[in-house]
Each structure stands twice: as C-alpha cells, then as structure tokens.
C-alpha cells in the first residue's frame, strides 16, 4: 500500500512531520525577510531625515545644505545603505531566487547603473581637482591682499589672481575645450576590455579613464534614471522594493553630485530625478531635499555658475565682489575703501581655509564611494552567478 494512503503510520507520520516543518520553515524565512525589508527601510528613511537641514523652530532655513561637511554625510549615509542593502541580498538569501524573474532583471538593471555611476564619480573627482586650483588661486589673492600697507602693485597681483579665477571657473562650467578629460580613478594606457574583462572588477577600475568632450553628466543621469520604475501590486512587499530603494539612493547621490560640483553639461538638471511614490517611509524627506535643491538650481541655471557646492558659491560671491570693488578705487587708498577691501579679503579667506580642511577629505570619500560601488558590484555578480550555476539544472 503505498505510504500516502496511511498516515497513520510511523513512515506517514514523519512525512507529514517534515512537510509542516518545511512549511514552517518557508514561513519564517518569510517573516525574515519582511523584517529585513521593515528595518531597512526605516534606516533609508532615518539617514535622509538627518540629512535634511530643515528644523520645527525654522522651517526655511537651508543652512549647511550642498555644504563639504553636508556632502561628505550624504556620502557616509549612501556608504551606510549599500552595506546594508548587500548583506540584505547576498547573506541568508538562496540564490537560486534571485536568478527568477522580476529579481534577475532588477539586479541586471541595477548593476548597469552602478556602472554609470563610476563615470558621475570620476567626473565629479575632476571637478574637485578643478576646485583645489580656483582655491590655489584666491590664497594668491588673500595673500596679496593681507600686504600692509596695500600697495598698488600687490592689488594688481591681487586682481589678477582673482580675473584668473573667474575665467577658469566660467571656462570649467562651459564644458571646457580640451579633446579628453583624464579622470583621477583612471588606469591610463589601459587596454580596452574584452571578454570576462567587461564584468570583472578589473575593468571597472580603469572604466572611463578618458572621456570626450561630448560626455554629458545630464545624459548620464537620464540613462541611470532609465527603467527606474517603483515595483507595484505584491513586488511592494518583497525584495523588489530593497532593490529599487538602493537604485534610487544611488540615483539621489549623483544627482546631488553633479549639481553640486562642477563637471561636464548639466542642462536641466532640475528635471532628472524620478521622485519615487510618497507612501514609502523614505520618499518625504528625500522628495522634499531633491526640491529645493531643484529649486535653487532652476534659479541659477541661466547663469554662469559653478555648482551648488555653499564653499563654491562663496568663492565666486567674494571674487565678484572684490574684482567690482577694484574697478572704482584708486591709490592712494581711502580709508573706508581699504575697511571695505579688508572685509572681503577676509570672507574670501575664510572660504579658502573651508575648502582647504574639507575637499582633500571629501575627494578622499569620492575615492571611497567609487571603489565600494567596484567591490559591491563584484560581489553581487558573483552571486548572481552562483545564482544561475544553482538554478540551472544538470544535464545527465
């Protein structure tokens, strides 16, 4: 008689025991999971909560927002997130579920824009550059200035420091002329990648070393923004939601990016963000950080400007303002004039010892963000591979 057809028995009995322990067992992986789910995204939501300068006392008050030190936290959270959301994936996770669809083409899509990213980060690393030279530039200035007494000669030394600076900071924010940018993570002379070299670590760490002139940071996001669709129905509650939250973070982050520092074409940039839906407990303080930082970009965005980066607007203020005072002085010098002189050359001073404690360890962080993202994109094809060798079955 077969044993299914007597439960009853001591074979039957440890059948059915095992089969409700499987279940059992499927159930609470389950509930492991929407807790994994749960507290990660309440973390999302905690980090950009504290990233938002927004408080109860003064609720339009942006002090310290696109700030180095505020950069440099956004940075840390997005560090935060990708840990949490890789041991999320990869620890306690069968692969064989992560090669079944929609989770395979999730993943495919969001390692395509990690990939993107490293590009953003090797721009934003030249713009940095770019930042150390205009702050070379207004030392020279302040030096000149801090001369007592102020002679002619050390403000002409002075002026053209300063006529220097704002001509590089307009050439750098047109794109520049140059044929290729070579980006500071670069391998140079590296040879093109083929083969396995395409998805390896290797190749990542040498990818874009040199772009034309014709790459755009503003194409750049719209490709990563592409296909960028909050799952729905049931996805809601399962890993397709981690998956996309972890997209959209790292979206945010080189948004933020580029409107901060300078690098290659922004046009537009106050349109390239897919705001995700508000229901999710992370979106509200996201949403309302990516509209004001729209906001003031859309104010600026005619202009001949930098970025959004507060140490950069301070520069190009203080520089404008000295070059238009010393079209309408003369020497000998007043005194009122020389009070005024000296009250610019010292916030433009200031804004040089901002940008001198804060870029070197804000590029050091950018170093950081574009090797964690190689390392964690390494990690997850190789678990994605191991995904399909499980998933595949044995031919006999």
């Known amino acids: 008689m077969p044993v299914t057809e007597n439960p009853g028995g001591f074979l039957g009995r440890s059948i059915l025991s095992i089969r409700r322990n499987q279940v059992a067992s499927m159930e609470g992986g389950h509930d492991q999971e929407l807790e994994d ?161 395409r998805t390896s670590g290797a190749h990542l760490r040498s990818l874009s070393w040199s772009v034309s002139k014709t790459w755009s940071a503003s194409k750049q996001l719209q490709a990563m923004a592409a296909n960028l669709a909050a799952p729905r129905g049931a996805d809601m509650n399962g890993l397709a939601l981690p998956i996309y939250t972890m997209s959209t973070v790292l979206m945010f982050v080189a948004w933020v990016l580029v409107t901060a520092i300078p690098c290659q074409d922004r046009g537009g940039l106050s349109m390239h963000f897919p705001v995700p839906p508000k229901q999710l407990a992370w979106a509200g303080p996201m949403i309302s950080l990516q509209e004001k930082i729209a906001e003031e970009w859309r104010k600026r965005e005619k202009k001949s400007f930098v970025g959004l980066m507060e140490e950069l607007q301070k520069l190009e203020k203080c520089t404008s303002g000295l070059i238009e005072l010393g079209e309408s002085i003369q020497f000998p010098l007043e005194e009122e004039k020389m009070e005024e002189i000296q009250v610019q050359a010292n916030d433009l001073a200031d804004t040089c010892r901002s940008l001198e404690e804060e870029l070197v360890p804000f590029q050091r962080q950018v170093r950081e963000v574009f090797h964690g993202i190689v390392r964690s994109r390494t990690e997850v094809l190789d678990f994605m591979d191991q995904a399909h060798r499980v998933s595949t079955p044995v031919l006999q």
């Open 37 to 197: 789910i749960d507290l990660f995204t309440k973390h999302i939501a905690d980090r950009f909560h504290e990233l938002s300068p927004l408080t109860e006392e003064n609720k339009d008050d942006n002090k310290g927002l696109l700030s180095l030190p505020w950069l440099r936290k956004l940075l840390d959270a997005f560090l935060c997130c990708e840990a949490e959301f890789k041991a999320m994936i990869i620890l306690r996770r069968n692969p064989s579920h992560m090669a079944k669809p929609p989770f395979d083409r999730l993943i495919t899509e969001m390692l395509d824009r990690s990939v993107k990213a490293l590009d953003i980060c090797n721009a934003i690393s030249h713009g940095i550059d770019s930042a150390h030279h205009w702050q070379k530039q207004a030392e020279i200035a302040v030096l000149a200035l801090e001369q007592r007494p102020l002679s002619e000669g050390q403000f002409r030394r002075a002026k053209k420091a300063l006529t220097t600076l704002v001509t590089t900071m307009n050439h750098d924010d047109k794109g520049g002329k140059t044929t290729e940018r070579s980006w500071s993570f670069g391998m140079r002379g590296s040879a093109a990648p083929t083969g396995k070299d």
